[in-house]
């Protein structure tokens, strides 16, 4: 049977971790992998997740199973983290959370309901956009299509065209956004942006998915969150799929969350219905460790306070490495094209280079990054920021 199975080429961002490590230079930087990491280079343990971790060991009486929509607690304490307390969708009633295994799995889940309410429907996806999204729901079987979003070599977002382009979407096609941080250009809308696209998403009936991997690493916990509330509570429908790979530093123990938004109590109760036989039909259940991390950190006021300290860290490092770079690129060249970095969101811009120059810096100065020249900010260090300057502006001007 698999005889005639052709192996599949590398995946672009698992090859490029494994050639940084086989490079033995001093000077090589890391800016592929889009994990947070510290002045130090690490992706470290959160002290609240230790805590949090610490109790969960000394409380826990069982392993047995949960449920296919996850922890109730939690799913409970994402609505309000996402939502905001007083959202007229959860004093009306209307969302159903169901615990996924991180965001991957809420996209994948938001999918397959969506393909189960509608598999004709098309899904509107950013152009760029993170490479994920594309098997994550084209392996649901939708059809997909891209609209302008960003231009990488001007920097500029494409707002205009973005619009032009979903003007011309037909009724209940879906509408893949990115919620902030926005990966891999980190352009965002601005809250104009924000009104202007739930006019057009009204007009033109069409649905939003919106993506939220990213809350607290732009703007603040309540400001990132900006588009998603607005949204959800002018539109009759939405979904939106939530990590905590990157907030609490959760990565590996898989922790995310679907919520679902629908037009009355009773639909979205029918939209939970599918989205728990889609969860059994797939994974059956969530794995528990990283939920009952996040609920019992989310659930505790003190705990909470030093998320929340922890994340304005982590935050402040990506801000500050943003302004730091772009001022070090100004010194070094002596123009400001480059300052687009300061004013972009989260941990990733795009440096706006062809392939083979991003190539010639990872051959030829040790410089790491992913071919479309994504550049993951929390890799630069303040030891690291001259050197890659010179770097980046020796590719540019050999
Ligand atoms: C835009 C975006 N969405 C979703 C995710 C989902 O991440 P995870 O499945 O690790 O929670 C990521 C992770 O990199 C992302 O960048």
Redesign the pocket.
């Known amino acids: 049977m698999f005889q005639d199975l052709n192996a599949l080429p590398e995946d672009s961002i698992l090859g490029l971790m494994g050639k940084f490590r086989a490079d033995l230079s001093r000077d090589k930087v890391d800016l592929g992998v889009?994990v947070f990491r510290d002045e130090a280079g690490n992706t470290p343990v959160l002290e609240c997740v230790r805590r949090a971790e610490a109790q969960i060991l000394r409380d826990q009486t069982t392993k047995s199973y949960v449920a296919p929509a996850g922890r109730a607690e939690f799913n409970a304490l994402v609505q309000s983290l996402v939502l905001g307390d007083q959202h007229p969708v959860i004093a009306g009633n209307r969302s159903r959370t169901v615990q996924s295994p991180?965001?991957?799995?809420a996209?994948r889940l938001g999918a397959e309901l969506i393909k189960a309410a509608a598999a004709q429907s098309v899904v509107q996806v950013s152009d760029p956009t993170?490479g994920n999204h594309l098997p994550l729901l084209g392996g649901a079987g939708l059809k997909l299509q891209r609209y302008p979003y960003y231009d990488a070599a001007t920097h500029q977002l494409k707002f205009d065209a973005m619009m032009e382009a979903l003007e011309r979407c037909n009724p209940g096609d879906v509408v893949l956004l990115?919620a902030c941080c926005h990966?891999p250009s980190g352009a965002d809308l601005s809250p104009p942006q924000w009104g202007a696209v739930l006019s057009l998403l009204q007009r033109r009936r069409l649905v939003p998915f919106l993506?939220l991997?990213y809350q607290g690493f732009g703007e603040g916990r309540d400001a990132d969150a900006y588009g998603v509330r607005l949204l959800s509570g002018e539109l009759p429908e939405a979904l939106v799929a939530v990590?905590f790979?990157k907030n609490f530093g959760l990565?590996r123990e898989r922790v995310?969350a679907l919520i679902a938004i629908g037009g009355d109590p009773a639909k979205a109760d029918a939209m939970q219905s599918h989205m728990l036989q889609i969860a059994r039909s797939i994974y059956s259940m969530p794995p528990d460790h990283g939920a009952a991390v996040v609920a019992g950190i989310l659930s505790d006021a003190a705990q909470r306070q030093l998320w929340e300290a922890e994340l304005g860290q982590m935050r402040g490092r990506i801000q500050s490495m943003r302004r730091l770079l772009a001022a070090t690129l100004r010194q070094k060249s002596g123009s400001g094209r480059f300052d687009f970095i300061q004013t972009q969101h989260g941990m990733f811009s795009l440096l706006g280079i062809p392939a083979p120059l991003v190539l010639r810096l990872r051959e030829q100065h040790h410089v790491y990054m992913v071919p479309d020249g994504r550049m993951n900010i929390a890799g630069v260090t303040p030891q690291n920021v001259g050197y890659l300057a010179e770097s980046i502006l020796a590719v540019l001007n050999p």
């Open positions: 889009g991180g965001g991957c799995g996209l993170w990115h990966n993506d991997a990590s790979s990565y995310g």
